[in-house]
């Protein structure tokens, strides 16, 4: 079974550019998530989709940061313009569905900011 | 407001002997609580997990152990490994907005296995 595919695994871009970051996420799998690790801290989620539907962003910046999921497979996530604190890495994950314990994640784009 | 802490960053164990690591939580409201391994450039992976009706769950050389009433729970590897060197995250789900729920992580200890 594959898993969870992101890319690019790496992306640095000078501040007020823009970036975007892709998903793949495990086959079948309904429920994506966009999580932030910044160095040093656990992951924050940022956004969840359930198919094609947000189930919660209420930690997304969304002046700056959006995402879509548009058929409910693969999804995008945007930066726009970037700040020096969105240096992180951007992990993807997925479930079978919303009530399901186990997320599998993806390896995650390092983003730096300068 | 971090409602997932482990209060550890790193911890240095002999090969063949347990490592401990520790997690505490301020939410009652969470339900479930995970343990996810991750090692360098690739994503977290889910090791095991407990549910709050339970105070231990184990599994092989993995054993979680949970104590509601001081809202604290640990991860017992028994024998540790070098294999088991990565940094371990504590991550406990709350049920929100109707079924959805959502993972809140700790900070991370890193584990060290010595030989």
């Known amino acids: 079974e594959a898993g969870v595919a992101q890319s690019p695994r790496y992306k640095i871009i000078e501040k007020r550019q823009s970036v975007a970051f892709w998903c793949n996420p495990i086959s079948g799998h309904a429920t994506l998530y966009w999580y932030q690790q910044i160095l040093g801290q656990g992951p924050k989620l940022l956004i969840q989709?359930?198919?094609?539907?947000?189930?919660?962003d209420s930690q997304l910046p969304k002046d700056r940061f959006s995402a879509e999921r548009l058929k409910g497979v693969d999804s995008t996530l945007k930066i726009q313009p970037a700040k020096l604190e969105d240096s992180a890495v951007y992990l993807c994950?997925?479930?079978?569905?919303?009530?399901?314990?186990?997320?599998?994640f993806g390896p995650g784009t390092r983003l730096t900011v300068t | 407001d971090q409602q997932v802490k482990q209060n550890s960053p790193s911890l240095s164990v002999q090969e063949g002997r347990i490592s401990i690591l520790n997690c505490d939580y301020t939410n009652s409201m969470f339900d479930y609580f995970l343990w996810y391994k991750k090692y360098p450039a690739e994503g977290p992976t889910f090791l095991i997990s407990i549910s709050s009706i339970k105070d231990k769950n184990e599994d092989g050389r993995f054993t979680v152990f949970l104590n509601k009433s001081a809202k604290h729970l640990s991860l017992h590897i028994v024998p540790s490994q070098p294999g088991d060197s990565a940094v371990y995250f504590c991550a406990a789900l709350g049920r929100h907005t109707g079924t959805a729920s959502k993972l809140t992580f700790g900070t991370g200890t890193r584990l060290q296995v010595t030989l």
């Open positions: 989709f359930q198919n094609n539907g947000v189930v919660d």
């Open positions: 994950a997925s479930s079978l569905t919303s009530g399901r314990l186990e997320q599998y």
